[in-house]
C-alpha cells in the first residue's frame, strides 16, 4: 500500500469537501502516467575513454566536455549518467582520503588548476537537466597501465603497502580484498562520497578480484593473507574465504548506505553471465564465480542491491551467449524484484547492423522486463559521436518520449503531496507555476497539459517550478502537476481546469 507522505485528515474534516475535489481526484486517476525506463550511459574516465578527453586538459574545457555531455544525454532523453570517479584509488573530485587523479590533472595528487570540484560540478549539471547522477567506483584496483608518471605519496600503493599486492608486469597493483583494512578503506572512500555530495547512486563494475590476465595468467598472489587466515584457524576453501570477504564488503557497504541516506541507491554491473552452464546451453570465457570471486547472484537474491545491471555485451544471434537466453536467467534470479537494468556495449555501433542491434535489445528488455525496464550503454562517447546512427536512432524512435526511471518501493513506497499550482495567462502564454507541499524531497516534476481531450507530459527538474506554455494550435483545456521523490514514486496529479480568460 503506497502512502502519501503527509499527515491523514480526519473523517470528519473529510466530509466538508466539496463534491468537485473529488471529482477532480478521479480526473487525476485518468491521466495517463509517463513511460517508466531507466535510460542511463556510463562515463568512463580510466584511460580517459570518455571524459575528459585528455589527461591535463584546462579547466574550462573539462567543464565544456561536462556540458556537452550531459546537453546529449538530455536531447536524447536518457534520465541517469553513470560517472567513473575512482578508477584507481584515485578521485576526480576533492578527497582526503586519496589523490586527485593523474586522468584529470596529468599528474596523480595535482589538484585542478584553478582549483574546482568535477563531482560536485557533474551533480549540480546533472540535476538541473533532471538527470540523476551515479558514482562509479572501483573497490580494489590501486594502479592502472594507463596512469602515466610517478604515484603520488598519498596513493595507497606507497602509503599502505601492506594492503596492496603487485599484479605481472604490465603496471596493476591490486588492494588485497580479504584484508579488513582493505574493506574499511574502499567503504570509507563510498561513505565519504555519500555523505559529501547530493549523489543518486554509487555503482561498481565486474572488477572485484582481478581477470588473471592481470598476472599473466596466474592466480591472485594473496599468499601472506591466506597465511594468516588459515593459521587464525579458519576452515573455508581459499575460494570460498575470497568470496566471503566480498560478499561482506557488499553487504556492508548497503547495510551503512541504507542508514545513512536510503535513497541513494547501490548498483552492480557485473560480467554477464554468472558461471559458465548458467543458463543451461550458454558458455563463457571465464568463471567470475570462481576467478573474480563475485557471487553476484547470492547478492542479488539476498537483496544487497538495488539494481543489477549485468554486462550483456553479446547479440541476440549468438548462440553460446544470446542476448535473450542470458536475459531471461537473470529475470529468473530477481527473486527480491529489485531493478534490472542490463548493460549493452555500444562500442561497435557503426559496424553494420550493430545500431539496430542495440535498439532489439532494447525492445527484447521492455518485452522481459515489463513492469521496469531499462538499459546502461557503455560508453558514453560513442553517443557523443553518434557512430552508426545510433544517437539520432534513439532520439527518434525508442527515447522519443522522456521517461521516469522506475520506482523502487523497497526503498521508500510514500507518496510526495501535490504540489500547489496557478495558471495565469501572460504575455508570451499561459503560464503554469507551482510549488511544493509537504516536507518530501522533490527531485522532478511531471506537468501535463491536455489538448483536444488528449494528454501530453513534460518531465522537469526539481528546481523548475514554472513554465510558460504556448497557446499556438489546439487550445489546453487542463493541467496537472506532480511530484516525484528520489526513489522515483510519483504523488497525486493536481489537476487545474483553464477558464476562457487563461487562454486569452
Known amino acids: 500500500m503506497h502512502r502519501v507522505s503527509r499527515f491523514t485528515w480526519p473523517l470528519a474534516a473529510l466530509a ?20 517508466r525506463e531507466f535510460r542511463a550511459a556510463w562515463v568512463a574516465t580510466v584511460a580517459n575513454i570518455d571524459w575528459p578527453s585528455k589527461p591535463g586538459l584546462p579547466v574550462e574545457q573539462q567543464k565544456q566536455e561536462i556540458i556537452v555531455i550531459l546537453d546529449k544525454c538530455k536531447e536524447l532523453n536518457l534520465n541517469a549518467v553513470v560517472l567513473q570517479v575512482r578508477p584507481q584509488a584515485d578521485a576526480l573530485y576533492a578527497s582526503d582520503l586519496e589523490p586527485w587523479s593523474f586522468f584529470l590533472t596529468g599528474k596523480q595528487g595535482q589538484a585542478p588548476e584553478p582549483l574546482y570540484d568535477p563531482l560536485e560540478l557533474w551533480v549540480k549539471e546533472s540535476h538541473s537537466r533532471g538527470i540523476e547522477l551515479h558514482t562509479w567506483l572501483n573497490p580494489y584496483r590501486a594502479n592502472h597501465p594507463s596512469n602515466e608518471g610517478p604515484l603520488a605519496d598519498s596513493s595507497i600503493v606507497k602509503a599502505r603497502p601492506e594492503m596492496v599486492v603487485k599484479l605481472g608486469d604490465q603496471g596493476y597493483y591490486w588492494m588485497d580484498p580479504a584484508l579488513k583494512a582493505v574493506q574499511d578503506h574502499s567503504i570509507a572512500v563510498a561513505m565519504d562520497i555519500l555523505r559529501r555530495y ?79 552452464g548458467y543458463p543451461r546451453g550458454t558458455t563463457s570465457g571465464i568463471d567470475q564465480y570462481d576467478v573474480l570471486y563475485a557471487d553476484v547472484r547470492l547478492w542479488f537474491n539476498e537483496g544487497w542491491l538495488d539494481y543489477m545491471t549485468p554486462q550483456l555485451y553479446w547479440p541476440t544471434s549468438q ?65 557523443v559521436q553518434n557512430r552508426g546512427n545510433l544517437a539520432t ?67 522537469l527538474p526539481g528546481s523548475t517550478l514554472s513554465v510558460v506554455q504556448p497557446l499556438e494550435g489546439k487550445p489546453i483545456t487542463r493541467v496537472a502537476v506532480s511530484a516525484v521523490d528520489r526513489v522515483g514514486n510519483e504523488g497525486p496529479k493536481k489537476v487545474q481546469a483553464i477558464t476562457r480568460g487563461d487562454r486569452r
Open 319 to 383: 548462440i553460446l551467449q544470446s542476448y535473450p537466453l542470458v536475459l531471461n536467467w537473470w529475470v529468473g534470479e530477481n527473486t527480491r524484484k529489485r531493478a534490472l537494468w542490463p548493460g549493452l556495449t555500444i562500442s561497435g555501433a557503426d559496424r553494420e547492423g550493430a545500431a539496430v542491434e542495440a535498439i532489439n535489445q532494447i525492445m527484447i528488455t521492455r518485452g522481459m522486463v515489463p513492469e521496469g525496464p531499462g538499459n546502461v550503454f557503455f560508453s558514453m562517447r560513442h553517443l
Open 16 to 35: 466538508c469537501f466539496p463534491v468537485v475535489a473529488i471529482h477532480k481526484a478521479a480526473l487525476a486517476d485518468q491521466i495517463p502516467s509517463p513511460t
Open 393 to 459: 536512432m534513439l532520439a527518434e524512435g525508442v527515447y522519443a518520449k522522456q521517461a521516469l526511471a522506475p520506482a523502487m518501493p523497497w526503498l521508500d513506497d510514500s507518496l510526495p503531496f501535490p504540489p500547489q499550482v496557478l495558471v495565469k495567462s501572460g504575455a508570451n502564454g499561459l503560464e503554469v507555476s507551482w510549488q511544493p507541499d509537504g516536507d518530501k524531497p522533490v527531485a522532478l516534476w511531471v506537468l501535463y497539459t491536455e489538448r483536444d481531450k488528449s494528454w501530453d507530459y513534460q518531465i
Open 198 to 276: 547530493d549523489i543518486d547512486g554509487i555503482h561498481f563494475d565486474d572488477y572485484f578480484y582481478p581477470y588473471r590476465e592481470y598476472h599473466n595468467g596466474q592466480d591472485f598472489p594473496d599468499d601472506k593473507s591466506w597465511a594468516a587466515y588459515v593459521g587464525a584457524g579458519g576452515t573455508m576453501s581459499r575460494n570460498d574465504w575470497r568470496r566471503a570477504a566480498v560478499n561482506t564488503f557488499i553487504e556492508r557497504l548497503y547495510r551503512e548506505m541504507k542508514a545513512e541516506k536510503p535513497w541513494v541507491k547501490l548498483g552492480i554491473s557485473p560480467f554477464g553471465i554468472w558461471r559458465p
